[in-house]
Every structure is written in structure tokens, then in C-alpha cells.
């Protein structure tokens, strides 16, 4: 896209909503950081990536990718191998498996925006299934590399497994699911904190993606009902 279509792409709300976030994270890296660039990078792409998935557009899961690598060395240099696996091995494939998705799916003949899907509560039981062995696998990798504060970092990988299946399965509580992993992660990076004050701008980083994923559940619940009506009534779309 061009700058002057991205201008016109984007709602007032979520202009504004970019720029409150970028604005948090270039702030917190000035008063508290000036040093970790990597991490004030992974963060704009993160919450860039966070402003196009609000919009079901496929964009968002390619700058996903991009974050998970940069996001998983801000991990492994706290000695986070949890969230270092669990993005470099989970999030950063299913973002692959979401975007290819997303551009299968698009909603009529927008291929910028993804057509949004609803799923069977026995598919919700075959997720939270999936979910508890992916946790378990992993939880036994963690434990043997010594993770830092690893119940955190458990608890981490099942949400972030869930929003993964979520997005790739093109359901609005993906966006959710990543607000609880975001309040998780909040967590896992505070401690992390109180050790070197540096990761101070990773705990903002993801107090902005709380408030961005939980604008894209919104916006994703107001897109599946406007695609809805228009398959009901296509001659008014």
C-alpha cells in the first residue's frame, strides 16, 4: 500500500490508536532504554502488525513474522526460552499457516480484508485439547533449559497456542486470546524487570498490544457482523 492509501485505509480510531502506541513505546525507550534498538524495533513492527490483523488484513500476520524472530532474541537474552520456543517454534509458523490462510479466504474480492469464520464447540474442545499437549511437550523442553520463572512461562505457551489456532482458523476471539497472552506476557516481563530495568519498555510494549488486541476483538466482531448481513443481503453491499 501507499501512504496516502494507508492514510485513507485506517478509521480516525485506529490512526489515533497507532499513534498513542507508537508514541508509549518511542517514550519508554528514551526515558528508560536509549540502548536495546532491537527491542524498540520489534515493538512498532509488533504493534503495526496488531493495527492491520484489527482489520483482517493478511499484512498484519507477515509483519507477525517478522516480530517473533526479533521478539524471540529479546527473549533468549533474559534467559526466556519459553516465549524464545514458543515464538520461534509456534506463533512464527502459525503466522505463516494464518497468512497463506487469510489470502485464501478473503472476504468477496477484498483480498485486504479476511473473510471472518465461526467455529463448532467440538472444534473448541479439539483446540484446548491440542493446546494441553503442546503446553505439556513444551513445559518439559522448559524445564530442561532451566527457563526463568517457568509457571509464567507455561501458562504463556497455552494462550498463545490458542490465539495462534484462533487466527489461523479466522475467528474474532483470536484478538482475546492474545489480550490474556499480552496480560500474561505483562507479567513475565515485569519480573524480568525487577532485575534490569532496561526490559521496562518490553512491560509497556505489551501493556499497548493489550489495548490494541483488545480494539481488534471489537473491530473483528463488528466485521463478522457486517460480512454476515452482506451475505444475507448482497444487493445492499
Known sequence: ?????????????????????????????LILDKENYLT???????????????????????????FSIIYSIISFSFQYYGEM???????????????ITWLKNPFGNQKSEVAVNRITVKEVYFMLFLSAIVTLVLHFILVYFNTSN?????????????AAYLAFRRNPFFALAYALNDTILIILWLLASLKDISYIPVVIC???????DLYGFISWL????????ASKNPLQY
Open 40 to 66: 524498540l524495533v520489534a515493538s512498532i513492527i509488533g504493534v503495526t502488525s496488531l493495527i492491520f490483523c484489527a482489520r483482517g488484513n493478511p499484512i498484519g500476520q507477515v509483519l507477525m513474522v517478522f
Open 206 to 212: 505489551f501493556i499497548v498490544f493489550l489495548v490494541n
Open 1 to 29: 500500500m501507499k501512504i496516502k492509501n494507508l492514510i485513507l485505509y485506517f478509521s480516525l480510531t485506529e490512526k489515533l490508536l497507532w499513534s498513542f502506541s507508537v508514541t508509549a513505546i518511542i517514550t519508554s525507550f
Open 85 to 99: 520456543i514458543t515464538y520461534l517454534g509456534m506463533t512464527l509458523p502459525m503466522a505463516v499457516f494464518s497468512l
Open 150 to 162: 517457568i509457571g509464567v512461562s507455561t501458562i504463556s505457551i497455552t494462550t498463545s497456542f490458542i
Open 222 to 229: 463488528k466485521m463478522m457482523k457486517r460480512q454476515e448481513e
